[in-house]
């Protein structure tokens, strides 16, 4: 039995004051429903206005800081989240249902993003210097090609990483001085309030940063609708996604997603089969599969087909489902009711399209009452749609290909274009793979998820739109290009 520890109670933040509000909502323990993680002000339209109101004012003072300033506020907030990883990682453990050692490095890169930016700031920010200096074309003339901060920008993220998402969109946006208006999603407000609460303290101007947490409908649409908000950078359902576009569009705004997946791990006949079947366990099911690069597809050449079947059956048996905070456990729980069902459902609608069953797929009960589920696997055909449409769960699919030639056709046959893996000892099929596969990272005998904080993030087609996030590319997205010529 694992003790609950003592609930959060979240309030918002806005223009540096915490509020509540007229409702509040909960969120429970997805390990052990019967534990109340936090109680948790929500906000309305109304509030959502007033936090973008604060970031308004606070922007012209906030993007006319010094360098050093925003490196500072940024360096503590990421040294604040490295030294309480243990502490927030059970947290965040225990909100989402990841398990602890997932939950803790979340955690610590989290940190790592904010101290990564925290150097952008010093590097080339906007208003850091880091742009170019040319001659002009006309006798006499300069001319210089700056960056500068967009103004407002409204942060609406999911829930699958709590942390490291709202981390990947808020550092940036700060180095490069922007005003922010954050909002997480509903199903994880201890996580979202705790890293507000870090990010209060350290240094801002009021209206700088603010924390509105509420339903995306209200909430969410009121930051998406508003014309004080300069740019939307939004990390979700592809359904939701578009939305955000479309009204981003109309009113001019700048406009950053990062929506679904459905990416496709090759293992060649040639691969090592071992590590090949690891890159599947954790890309698949690691996360319970909640995680915008699982590989759910995983795309065999036939003559090592049925072997790897064999061999991912196998490890499969071993996985150890259960509370996100026992120790030795691979697969937490997913993350509510909902997605259980949801995933439960997608099992049904594989066996009623004929793909043949593997292993998994049932609901599971464990000492506490929550979401478990054992990881599922089929063998399908491109055309079935549980091979086709994003899942996000424990639940994957092999395909046969003849070739590598097949292989690769399979795996660009989607609307999503996030990431693709392949497992190969062939330089040459490695290297054609890695220019061939349309999506935004690659990644050779490696699992799918799992990325570097300080390189770009990102897809194409159906996965994404705009300009990627992390690394030195974040500041396409949140900075604006002025160029300036004078007389000299
Ligand atoms: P949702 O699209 O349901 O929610 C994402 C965020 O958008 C939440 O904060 C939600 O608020 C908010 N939202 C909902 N409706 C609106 C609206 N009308 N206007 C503005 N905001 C709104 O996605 P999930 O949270 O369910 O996350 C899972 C999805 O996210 C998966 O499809 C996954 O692929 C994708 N994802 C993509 C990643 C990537 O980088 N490509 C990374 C991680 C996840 P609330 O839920 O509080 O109502």
Same mark, same amino acid.
């Given at each position: ?45 109304? %509030?959502?206005? @007033? ?19 925003? /490196? ?62 040319? /001659? ?5 003339? %300069? ?27 808020? /550092? ?75 009204? @981003? ?32 366990? %954790? ?30 059956? %196998? ?22 009711? *909902? ?25 599971? *009960? ?20 549980? @091979?086709? *449409? ?16 097949? @292989? ?81």
């Amino acid at each position: 039995m694992i003790h609950g520890e003592i609930h959060q109670n979240v309030r918002q933040y806005i223009n540096g004051r915490w509020e509540t509000s007229a409702t509040t909502g909960v969120s429970a323990n997805p390990s052990d429903t019967s534990e109340v993680v936090a109680e948790y002000a929500r906000a309305d339209r109304r %509030q959502a206005e @007033a936090a973008i109101r604060a970031a308004t004012e606070a922007f012209p003072h906030w993007s006319h800081s010094t360098p050093q300033r925003r /490196a500072d506020v940024l360096d503590r907030i990421g040294a604040e989240l490295i030294a309480r990883k243990d502490e927030l990682g059970l947290l965040l453990a225990r909100e989402e249902g990841k398990t602890l050692p997932e939950a803790v490095a979340e955690t610590a890169r989290a940190g790592q993003v904010f101290k990564f930016f925290a150097g952008e700031a010093l590097r080339g920010g906007a208003g850091a210097g880091g742009g170019e200096n040319l /001659a002009s074309v006309r006798a006499g003339v %300069q001319v210089d090609v700056t960056r500068e901060p967009v103004g407002v920008v409204g942060l609406i993220t999911p829930w699958n990483a709590p942390f490291v998402i709202p981390a990947w969109k808020i /550092a940036p946006a700060l180095a490069h001085g922007n005003s922010v208006v954050f909002k997480p999603a509903e199903l994880v407000p201890a996580c979202g309030g705790a890293l507000a609460e870090i990010i209060s303290r350290a240094g801002l101007p009021a209206g700088a940063f603010n924390l509105v947490m509420g339903s995306g409908r209200e909430v969410g649409q009121a930051l998406v609708d508003s014309a004080l908000v300069d740019a939307l950078s939004f990390t979700g359902s592809t359904a939701n996604g578009e939305r955000v576009l479309q009204a @981003a569009a109309t009113r001019r705004a700048k406009v950053q997603l990062e929506t679904g997946g459905k990416n496709a791990l090759v293992v060649l006949a040639d691969a090592d089969l071992d590590r090949a079947v690891d890159c599947a366990v %954790q890309g698949a099911y690691f996360s319970a599969g909640q995680r915008c690069t699982a590989s759910s597809r995983l795309i065999v050449e036939a003559a090592v087909h049925d072997a790897f079947v064999a061999k991912l059956r %196998q490890r499969l048996k071993t996985l150890k489902i259960g509370h996100a905070l026992e120790r030795g456990i691979d697969i937490g729980p997913v993350a509510n009711e *909902e997605r259980l069902a949801m995933n439960l459902a997608w099992v049904e609608i594989a066996r009623e399209e004929g793909a043949e069953h593997v292993w998994g797929g049932e609901a599971l *009960e464990r000492s506490t009452p929550g979401h478990y589920m054992s990881p599922a696997l089929f063998l399908a055909k491109p055309s079935h749609r549980i @091979a086709r *449409e994003e899942i996000f769960g424990p639940l994957a699919s092999v395909l046969r290909a003849d070739d590598y030639d097949e @292989a690769l056709a399979l795996c660009n046959d989607t609307p999503f274009g996030l990431c693709a893996g392949i497992c190969t000892n062939s330089l040459k099929h490695a290297m054609h793979f890695r220019r061939h596969a349309v999506v935004g990272m690659t990644m050779v005998n490696l699992p799918t998820a799992g990325v570097d904080f300080h390189v770009p993030f990102g897809g194409r087609k159906g996965s994404g739109y705009g300009p990627r996030e992390q690394g030195r590319h974040a500041a396409e997205f949140y900075t604006t290009v002025k160029t300036g010529y004078m007389l000299a």
